[in-house]
């Protein structure tokens, strides 16, 4: 049963244009998501977070919405960059460290 | 820092045999996660150690598998019997406690034991 799930296993954008990655989640209780960005033997490394009481943060080229009603959130990436090219898993948690993570999505971005 | 050690990278072993994954987090943090990813699950958390001691073991698939933290610097994963299907990348990831920030603080991964089970 995956409470948080990332029903886009790849994507591919040209270099320049806006990467959205989506993901859903099921478990109300969760109060806190991230996305974390994975290249290839490497282990994941964190990119960006929201609380639940907001429904957008920024960081530079990142951005993550959140759609509470729909429990639904996304990562924009603006412009995108081919060293973005990685794996990007959404996770979650309700109120404690441990973090329910997504199935990944690969992103590829073409020069 | 060194950031998060795992040992050892690649391991293949034979249906049957104990395998055994190491890992030492990072110096002062007081929280060891340990994690699969496979295709099919994505990550999936298996078990997390705060300050030595185990809290949360509920994704340990099996009693095959078990997971011990004897001090703050060093934890092993230890499957035995091993079988095909436990083949995936096992990652382990420790953070500090969230006095600092809370929430804001996160998760620092090692870089992954990939088993193979023939």
């Known amino acids: 049963d995956q409470q948080v799930k990332q029903n886009s296993p790849s994507l591919s954008v040209q270099e320049g244009r806006i990467s959205i990655l989506n993901c859903d989640y099921t478990?109300?209780?969760?109060?806190?998501f991230l996305w974390y960005k994975k290249y290839p033997a490497e282990g994941p490394t964190f990119l960006i977070s929201i609380s639940s009481i907001k429904d957008k943060n920024e960081d530079g080229r990142f951005t993550v919405f959140l759609n509470k009603s729909a429990k639904h959130l996304s990562l924009h990436i603006v412009p995108s960059q081919p060293g973005d090219s990685a794996v990007y898993f959404c996770?979650?948690?309700?109120?404690?460290?441990?973090?329910?993570f997504g199935t990944g999505t690969r992103l590829k971005v073409l020069a | 820092d060194a950031g998060v050690i795992q040992s050892p990278r690649h391991e293949v072993t034979e249906m049957g045999q104990e395998v055994t994954l190491r890992c030492k987090p990072i110096s002062g943090h007081d929280y060891l996660f340990w994690y699969r990813q496979t295709m099919m699950r994505g990550l999936e958390l298996l078990i997390y150690f705060n300050n030595n001691v185990p809290i949360d073991d509920s994704g340990m698939p099996e009693d095959r598998f078990s997971a011990k933290m004897p001090n703050a610097s060093f934890s092993t994963l230890k499957i035995q019997p091993s079988e095909p299907r436990d083949s995936a990348v096992y990652f382990c990831a420790s953070r500090p406690d969230g006095t600092s920030g809370a929430l804001t603080d996160t998760q620092y991964f090692g870089p992954g034991t990939r088993l193979t089970v023939l």
């Open positions: 996770a979650a948690s309700a109120g404690t460290y441990k973090y329910i």
């Open positions: 478990n109300s209780m969760f109060d806190y």
